[in-house]
């Protein structure tokens, strides 16, 4: 099992950038993948953005492409995620996820029944 803490929420005006931050620690060994989702009050939890360790790909939600980045430091255990340009439609807890299991395709890994552990959440809120 794979323990994972988010931080670097917070409130800020549209068009501002934050940068968002997910140690891992326990079994990260094992991790094929990691990703990033939100959750908006009355909504599901959606997908925002994934790095797979094994090949490398790096997928985005449409939504976030060209203005959110995914990125990691395996010397910290750490991925981030920089988000510039927001919205106030990016207002919502997000999370951090990790899963062992390894798919051919990666629509996949956009599911939230793919991962294994999940972070606490951090809250990210976009005033207009």
């Known amino acids: 099992q794979v323990q994972l803490v988010e931080s670097g929420g917070g409130l800020v005006q549209a068009g501002d950038s934050l940068r968002l931050s997910c140690v891992a620690s326990?079994?990260?060994?094992?991790?094929?993948?990691m990703g990033w989702f939100r959750q908006a009050p009355g909504k599901d939890r959606e997908f925002v953005a994934l790095?797979?360790?094994?090949?490398?790909?790096?997928v985005y939600a449409d939504s976030v492409k060209g203005r959110f980045t995914i990125s990691r430091d395996d010397a910290k255990n750490t991925v981030y995620l920089q988000m510039n340009s927001l919205k106030p439609d990016d207002t919502a807890l997000y999370y951090c996820?990790?899963?062992?299991?390894?798919?051919?395709?990666?629509?996949?890994?956009?599911?939230?029944?793919?991962?294994?552990?999940w972070g606490q959440g951090t809250q990210v809120t976009v005033s207009s």
């Open positions: 326990g079994r990260t060994f094992s991790s094929d993948a």
């Open positions: 790095m797979s360790w094994r090949s490398g790909v790096i």
């Open positions: 996820s990790a899963t062992q299991r390894i798919y051919s395709s990666m629509i996949y890994y956009r599911m939230t029944t793919t991962y294994d552990s």
